[in-house]
Structures are given as structure tokens and as C-alpha cells.
């Protein structure tokens, strides 16, 4: 335990001033863990901070920290610059020697104010950190010095046992059980990289009063930069990206997102120092571990110091956030680091794809109808689709049985197919919220493929395989029976295939380790007393990286991370092979719709967006992006009506026995159709309500939608 910290006074604080630096100026005490701090003031401007050493401080370590502010001195106007004093020197004892020997010094003072203390954070502000996390890293990648490699608590190269020390005095259930899943899934994916992450000279602490913040004085720009990095009292030499580790931790407490914090402060960061695949893996373990380490090192203090209540405070917001934080996946959140350096988010999924693509005419039919040659139907279970039920809050699922089974029987088809990758409205209860560290987003985007059969319809195995799962997950909406098959590509490359919604009692007999070969039965359909409440179906995934999930891997994932759950879930068509004309074509790209908006719509008429959004649905006053993300809508008189109000819904009814009139001029041109559809609907501003409702008329009212633009 180090010493006190020094307890010089105001007044010897401006008399060393005057001393070492010939300065007449005012002090005030800033706050300090170890040293004591004093910022010192000419006619109220900011002058310089003194610093008094704690007693315990290495004077070599002090050196060295000078030495490697600078060397930033060239790379970066962000960190705080050595002030030397009226004889040269820029490190001074004071006092007698022994227990009261101080080691005294001064830096210049950087502008702005803590970010901890800043309680709106845009990303904006975020991807600026990330630059300045990277030009420290540059500017110390070349620095070395005898005194960095050292021994100390807050070394994340060495905190895991620190962590492991300390954890019996964490007393709080939730912060301990995070901890302990936290550190398990370090140990298993990150803890083997450490020998292989490049090394150098780190700050080491850059939490959230130790970098300062500033920025233009609009409501918009303010706190958008980061104008400082200070206190370089912790530095050690250790893993480079550990900077970017613990500067990126401190934002995702209490963040609604962490993902998306994390995926912007990264390509920011390798824009500037490019990271390797090793430091890429290792960041979001590292960050976990600087928070559990922030934990375990508080309640340390905590045993020494009971009565003291700040430390207590200080922790709040890991113990709300560790736990939400612990149940994102570490392959997720590795995922999200690559694709947001703009790689393949799982570095295997290509020769996975590359793997089931080349093998897709030789493996056997899942269900035993062979779906690249018998004619199959497919579904729209979108979240445009004219064919769901209406209201999305009370659908559970977005096609009842008898809808599919009739669709089935008017198409003469044994088997129907519901898209993979098809974002959808029917995941609405708390099962489906995000899972994966967003708050209050919805999973809705199907990552499987459904294959819809009768129940007690045979499941072959596709491929050859092993038994990783087979279990009965019989919560309402969850998978029911479901099996889960682990297979190698030719190259050696691991992946896996689920298959939910079996009956259990059909596949008692599989054991995990067990070899299934290729065309070999696994299970029947389940019913839906059986397989979670579902029309009876096959939801067929394939998964590049199982999370350490096995049969609790997600069916369905969220729109913020769509493109990391398409490289973890790959197409599973590719096994099934049903024929690509089978599909409707796919939706263009935003950018693409948005040009097309221009050739059709006037100029008076702006986006309200700097990102516009493609509605598609519409219920009472919400609206749904393509995404199934529900906004409401303030927009003109829809607040008043509503979407689908029971007004609304009545007068389309009404109009439309006179829009049934008027099918005779869908090929007679759209202007003339318009101008016969306005003069003799009853009451035309009707239309605009139809035309983006969700009631029953929303098919009719979709079709007019096409003619009339």
C-alpha cells in the first residue's frame, strides 16, 4: 500500500512556484489518487500544474514518463508538455531527505474538460477519440525505457490474477456472476493471444477524466473533440492496443449500444495505427478485463477503507453495465471489430460459404423432398408484406398455419420456404430483445431458413457430421427440439448446422460425440405442443462460429449487426438449394432508392433525414423501417388519425367497391388512372391514409401505390 499522498499547502505550492519557476501566481488543489496536484493561475488564466510525487514514485519512472511526453510532442498536441524549470531542470527535489523528500515538477495545461463529466457523448465524438487513441499509439510506438517494465496492479498483461485475487471480496451477486462468465470467456479467447500481441509503450489509463473534451459552442458541436490526454502516472510497457482497450471500456458503461460505440471508435483508431488480427480478437476481451479489473480493485480498496463511500459511487456504473456487457458473445463483439475495419467480420466464413457453394448439388435433401428439383413455394414473411397479419405487437408469428397451408395448397406444393435474411415483425416478445448489448432493439432479422411441412415430416442430415447438441428447449417461441451438427471443410475449416423445431422425443437417441452420416434420418417435425409454439417447420442455420452458445445460438439477429450475424449464419440455401428464381428479386439499396426518389419527386419536397429511412409498414401511429425498427410517427395528420385507425380502415372498406371499378384502367395509363380514381372516390384524401396503412385494404392499398407513382 503506497504512502499518503503529499499534503503541501496553497501557499507552499505558490512559493515553490515562485522557486522553481520565478512565476507569482495563484494555486488551487486538483484532485489526485497518488500525487497532489495544484493548478496554478496568472490573472485567472491557467499557467501550469505543479505536481508532488507521492513519496513511493520511482524517480526513473518519473523520467521516463517525461521522456515519452516529449516524444508525443511531435505526433500529438493532445498531451500535456513538461515545463522546465528557471535552471533547466525538469525534475526537482524538495524537502529534507528521507520520509519527507518530495519530488516536484510542472506540465503546461491542456484545455477542456473531462469526459466524464460530459453527460451527452454523439458519436461524433467517439470516432475522435478513436484518432487520438491512435496517434498516442503512433507516437509512442518508437519509445522505450527500463523503468516501463515493471510490476503493477492495473497492468493488463497481468490483471486476470489480480482479478482472480480480489474476487472474494466482490459481495454484489450480479457484478460477481458477470465477472466470473466475463473471465471465463477470457480465458478462452483471449488469454491465448497474449504472446502474440505486439508490445510498446502504453498510457495505460485512459479513462473518462483522463481524457479532455471540447468542441464548437452549437447545440450539435459541443463536446465533439477530444482536446487532451492526460495523467501518464500509469504507464507500462505492455500490449499495444491496450490503449484502445481500456480507452474504449470506459464508454460502454451504461451505453445503449456498446456495439455501436465500439464500432465506431474502431475504424477511427486503423485509420490512423492499422491493428493485426491477433489485437483485433484480443480488443473486447482486454476491454472486459480492464473493466472486471476496475471492480476487483475497488472492492480492494473498499476492505481497506470501509467508511469510505466515494469508491462505492465510483463503481456504479461497471455494476449496472458488466452484467448487460457479459452477455455479448466475445466472437460477436470480435466479429463487429473486423467488419468495422472494414474485413470479413468471422475470417472463416468465406471458405465456409466457398465449402457449402461448391457442395450444394451433393448433399442430401433435408426433408427428403428434393428442393432443387420439386417445386416449392416461397413466402414473404417480410416486414412489408401484405400477407402478415396486421397488428405486429399481438402477431406471434407473421403467418398463421392456416394462411401457409392454404398458400401451400393453391401453389400444389409439399413444401414452403420462408427467407433467410428476411428482417420480419413477429419477434416481439422479451425473448427476441437484443441479446447481443443494445437496449431496446428487437431481434428481427431471420438468419435461418424455414422450411415449412407437415408435423412428423422426416429431418435427414445434409452432410456428414458429429452431434454437438441435441436438447429440448421448450420455453414458449424457443426452438423446441433442436439438434445441432458440427462439420469441417475440406480444408479443416470448423462450422455448424442447426435444426429447431423437431419433435424431442424423435431424437433421444443422439448422443453428443456421435457421428451422423450423410442422408441419415436426425428427428421428425415437431408439432407445436413440441416445438415452441410454431407452425410446424424446419429452421435450417448454418453458423460459422457457434459463440460458445451450442443449441441457444440465436435464430434471429438485430439490425445494428446484420452484417456480422450474415457472416456467423451464412445463406442456408446453400445446403437446401432451392432455385434463386424461386425468389423475388432483391430490395435495392437505399442509396439506390434514394436516387430514384429524386427522378420522381420535386425538389420542394426535402428529407427530413440525414440518413433517410425506407418505411414499409404502418400501424396505428408507429411506422417500420425495412428493418422492423418501429418509430412513431409525428409526420402531418398521422398523429391525429393514426395508421389503420378503425375510421380510416372503415372508409377504405367503403372505397372499395369504387376502387374495384376502376381495375379496368391499371393499363390505361397512370395519369389517366389517377384522374378517374380521384373524381370518383368519395373522399380522396382517403387514399393517403390507405396508402401507407397496414389494414386490411394495405395489399390493394400497396398495388394502388405502384400504379398512381
Request: net charge negative; proline share 8%.
Amino acid at each position: 500500500m503506497p504512502p499518503p499522498p503529499p499534503a503541501l499547502t496553497v501557499e507552499q505550492a505558490e512559493a515553490l512556484a515562485l522557486e522553481l519557476y520565478g512565476l507569482r501566481i495563484s494555486a488551487a488543489a486538483l484532485p489526485s489518487e497518488r500525487d497532489q496536484n495544484f493548478l496554478l493561475q496568472a490573472g485567472g488564466e491557467p499557467a501550469l500544474i505543479l505536481k508532488i510525487a507521492n513519496p513511493s514514485e520511482d524517480p526513473a519512472f518519473l523520467a521516463a514518463t517525461q521522456r515519452a511526453m516529449e516524444a508525443l510532442a511531435s505526433h500529438s498536441a493532445l498531451t500535456p508538455q513538461v515545463i522546465p524549470m528557471r535552471d533547466g531542470r525538469s525534475l526537482a527535489s524538495i524537502g529534507e531527505s528521507g520520509a519527507t523528500e518530495r519530488l516536484v515538477w510542472a506540465i503546461s495545461v491542456v484545455p477542456g474538460v473531462p469526459l466524464g463529466t460530459v453527460p451527452h457523448r454523439p458519436m461524433a465524438l467517439w470516432a475522435d477519440f478513436g484518432r487520438a487513441v491512435a496517434h498516442l499509439t503512433r507516437g509512442l510506438a518508437g519509445f522505450d525505457d527500463p523503468a516501463l517494465h515493471r510490476e503493477f496492479a492495473w497492468h493488463l498483461a497481468t490483471g486476470r490474477g489480480v482479478i482472480a485475487r480480489n474476487r472474494g471480496l466482490i459481495a454484489d451477486p450480479g457484478l460477481g456472476g458477470a465477472i466470473d462468465r466475463l473471465m471465463a470467456a477470457y480465458d478462452r479467447h483471449t488469454a491465448p493471444l497474449l504472446s502474440r500481441l505486439r508490445q510498446s509503450a502504453v498510457h495505460n489509463d485512459l479513462n473518462d477524466y483522463n481524457v479532455l473534451v471540447g468542441g464548437g459552442s452549437g447545440p450539435f458541436e459541443r463536446f465533439t473533440r477530444v482536446t487532451g490526454l492526460i495523467d501518464f502516472g500509469d504507464m507500462v510497457h505492455g500490449p499495444t492496443i491496450g490503449d484502445l482497450a481500456v480507452a474504449a471500456a470506459y464508454p460502454l458503461l451504461d451505453a445503449p449500444d456498446p456495439l455501436t460505440v465500439l464500432a465506431t471508435l474502431v475504424p477511427a483508431y486503423h485509420a490512423v495505427w492499422t491493428m493485426d488480427e491477433a489485437e483485433m480478437q484480443a480488443l473486447w476481451g482486454l476491454a472486459m478485463l480492464r473493466l472486471c479489473l476496475s471492480a476487483a480493485m475497488a472492492a480492494e480498496q473498499q476492505a481497506r477503507d470501509p467508511g469510505n463511500a466515494y469508491l462505492g459511487v465510483s463503481q456504479a456504473p461497471i455494476t449496472r453495465t458488466l452484467p448487460r456487457l457479459a452477455t455479448i458473445p466475445f466472437g460477436l463483439a470480435a466479429a463487429t471489430v473486423r467488419s468495422a475495419c472494414g474485413l470479413e467480420p468471422v475470417a472463416t466464413a468465406p471458405a465456409v460459404r466457398q465449402f457449402l457453394r461448391e457442395g450444394t448439388a451433393s448433399f442430401a435433401p433435408v426433408l427428403g423432398a428434393d428442393l432443387r428439383t420439386q417445386p416449392s413455394l416461397v413466402l414473404d414473411l417480410g416486414v412489408g408484406s401484405a400477407d402478415v397479419e396486421r397488428d405486429p405487437a399481438t402477431a406471434v408469428e407473421p403467418m398463421s398455419a392456416a394462411r401457409i397451408s392454404e398458400a401451400m395448397r393453391r401453389a400444389g406444393v409439399e413444401v414452403a420456404v420462408g427467407r433467410y435474411d428476411e428482417p420480419r415483425l413477429c419477434y416481439t416478445t422479451p425473448a427476441f430483445e437484443g441479446g447481443d448489448g443494445t437496449l431496446n432493439e428487437a431481434r428481427t432479422i431471420h438468419l435461418g431458413l424455414d422450411l415449412f411441412a407437415p408435423a412428423g415430416t422426416p429431418v435427414f442430415a445434409p452432410l456428414d457430421g458429429v452431434v454437438c447438441a441435441a436438447e429440448d428447449r421448450a420455453l414458449p417461441l424457443d426452438y423446441g427440439g433442436v439438434v445441432v451438427l458440427e462439420h469441417r471443410t475440406d480444408g479443416g475449416v470448423p462450422f455448424h448446422t442447426l435444426y429447431g423445431h423437431l419433435g424431442p422425443d424423435s431424437f433421444r437417441a443422439l448422443k453428443t460425440g456421435q457421428r451422423v452420416g450423410r442422408g441419415e434420418p436426425l428427428a421428425r417435425l415437431g408439432t407445436p405442443e413440441e416445438n415452441g409454439g410454431w407452425t410446424p417447420h424446419l429452421h435450417l442455420q448454418v453458423m460459422t462460429d457457434l459463440l460458445d452458445l451450442d443449441s441457444a445460438f440465436p435464430g434471429v439477429g438485430t439490425p445494428s449487426r446484420r452484417a456480422e450475424w450474415r457472416s456467423l449464419s451464412p445463406d442456408p440455401n446453400l445446403i437446401a438449394g432451392v432455385p434463386v428464381e424461386r425468389f423475388p428479386p432483391a430490395t435495392p439499396p437505399l442509396a439506390e432508392a434514394r436516387a430514384r426518389r429524386g427522378t420522381l419527386v420535386g425538389p420542394s419536397v426535402r428529407l427530413s433525414y440525414r440518413e433517410p429511412l425506407r418505411m414499409v409498414r404502418g400501424w396505428k401511429q408507429y411506422l417500420y423501417d425495412d428493418m422492423g425498427r418501429r418509430f412513431v410517427d409525428g409526420y402531418n395528420n398521422v398523429p391525429h388519425v393514426g395508421h389503420g385507425h378503425p375510421r380510416v380502415v372503415d372508409a377504405a372498406a367503403r372505397q372499395m367497391a369504387v376502387l374495384n371499378t376502376n381495375t379496368r384502367y391499371l393499363h390505361d395509363g397512370r395519369e389517366a388512372y389517377a384522374e378517374r380514381l380521384v373524381a370518383t372516390l368519395p373522399d380522396p384524401l382517403a387514399v393517403c391514409f390507405l396508402v401507407s396503412s397496414a389494414s386490411e385494404a394495405n395489399e390493394l392499398a400497396l398495388r394502388l401505390a405502384r400504379e398512381v407513382t
